[in-house]
């Protein structure tokens, strides 16, 4: 076997079937913006994926705005709400990708809105009552709140948050990078006015995702140019990339009940195993929780060893994981989200397993292997 690929939530290898969209669209050159016939061609494929998605997600065409991935919908939802929307609070959490954290960071950092951070206990749990309790006096306010952390796997209450923000008038934004296209998500069960995707977390390319954007909310151009995306993102679309994620995610949507049931059975059997071989092991957030956590991954804490760099060994040994997301990756600061739990302890090797459809028992079967050659050269102190 080559590579056993178990960083997923870093990104996902390509579904074959969204390669051959690719490819069929490459032939399709014209610009969506043009009147004559390759431009009308090209619109079109472009419109239909946008009603496909709004479909899936019970939303209106015209509130899904294709952007350059989770990264720039996210900062479009943060940016617009602050700058168009009035807000002047935000309350989030510590733990939110840097997608979400810096822009925040940033507007506070130049007096633009404030910001407010839940407490966190040591499993990553908000308390609901304290956000009540936020949300009752202050400013207009977001509050931006991830689906489902893409360290730790927690998935927080979005239905009654969103119930929150609309009993004192607050806008709602949740990151849903990692849990699009892996839990079902509609904006007619519950009210978000900002939600974010991004292809390469469901099998499609980089660089392409959408954010839904609440009809109503009068945002101005994010990125100013040309007249795109209804005015709010600028720049000839990404016409591969936008088909591509509409098969990804539309794969991703009818085969999510299947794909989820065999995730879960690799994961099970990643956290009975690991337990079995390595005594004192513990598991960060909530991630091995599998009713309260995203099916796809699992922050495991190893007791310190002789060996401090699990990570590499296990990529040594052909088994690619990480130490926490992908840009803490190599870090031994622990990341900012165990750090944001209290979590983190020189004492614990974090290492983020995460899966995908495309991994099977073999893959379990090798990271075990791999994992009992680890630890019987270095047995925990
Ligand atoms: C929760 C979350 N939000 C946002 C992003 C950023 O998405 P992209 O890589 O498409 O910019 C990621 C990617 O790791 C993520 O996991």
Redesign the pocket.
Known sequence: MGVIFLDN???TPLEPRVREEMIRMMDNFGNPSSTHLSGRGAKVEVEVVRKRISKILGAESGEIFFT???????NMALFCSVRDLGVKRIITTTI?????GHPIEFMVERGEVQVQYLTLNEYGDIDLIELENLLKNGPKTLVSL??????IGNLYPVAQISTLCQKYAALFHS????AMGHLPINVKDVHYDFL?C????IHGP????FVYVKSGLKVKPFIQGGGQERNLRAGTENTIGICALGKAFEIATNEMAQDQKKVEALKTRVIQEVQRIVPGVKFFGRSAELDKSLYTVLSIAFPKTGNDMLTFSFDMKGISVSGG???TSGSNQGSHVLRGLGAWTEDYQPVRVSFSKFNTQDCVTGFIQALEEIYAITPAK
Not at 96 to 100: D, P, Q, S, Y
């Open positions: 939530a870093a990104t350059s991935g989770g990264t720039e919908a996210d939110e990708h840097h997608a979400v991830m689906f489902s952390n893409n360290e990151d849903t990078v990692q974010t991004s292809a390469h977390k980089k660089g392409i995702g997301s992908a840009c």
